[in-house]
């Protein structure tokens, strides 16, 4: 065998392995999670985190971040139900009626200021451009979680 069919080969050999690793990293079952909306709330705010059914890393670690800010810095809030955090599947027919209340397709973060029963829902979406960026990503989610606190 000459050099560049060893070269071509390796090349080969080397794009499989990175494809099979790719598509890897995004068919895992999803980690346990909540799989049900919590109670519906009046006034207050509520997070909500979707994701799909098959997960990559973007995924999880914005649900952790998300998870670890609103526990660290709003536990207060979610102890007496002013701040409400869910996890759904968006893909879970069980959640049907709050995905299409939300307008999720996909792996998502909403936040809904609810007052005296009207929702406000946003969709945060400069969290993918934070991924891997702890503090920023943590002090993004903790300023759109305070200003619908005031």
Not at 51 to 70: D, F, Q
Not at 131 to 136: H, M, V
Request: proline fraction near 3%; include cysteine; hydrophobic fraction near 40%.
């Amino acid at each position: 065998m000459n050099l560049f069919a060893k070269a071509k080969l390796c090349s080969l050999i080397v794009i499989l392995i990175l494809s099979v690793g790719i598509l890897c990293a995004c068919s895992g079952p999803a980690p346990d999670s909540q799989s049900t909306p919590g109670p519906s709330i009046d006034n207050g705010v509520e997070v909500v985190y979707f994701h799909r059914t098959h997960r990559c890393y973007g995924c999880t670690y914005a649900e952790g971040a998300v998870r670890y800010t609103i526990e660290t810095y709003f536990a207060d809030e979610l102890a007496s139900g002013e701040l409400v955090f869910n996890v759904l599947n968006v893909q879970d027919p069980a959640n049907g009626a709050i995905v299409d209340k939300y307008g999720a397709y996909t792996s998502s973060l909403f936040m809904n200021k609810v007052v005296d029963g009207v929702d406000h829902i946003e969709q945060v979406t400069d969290i993918w451009l934070l991924l891997g960026n702890d503090q920023a990503f943590v002090d993004l989610v903790k300023t759109e979680i305070e200003k619908r606190l005031e």
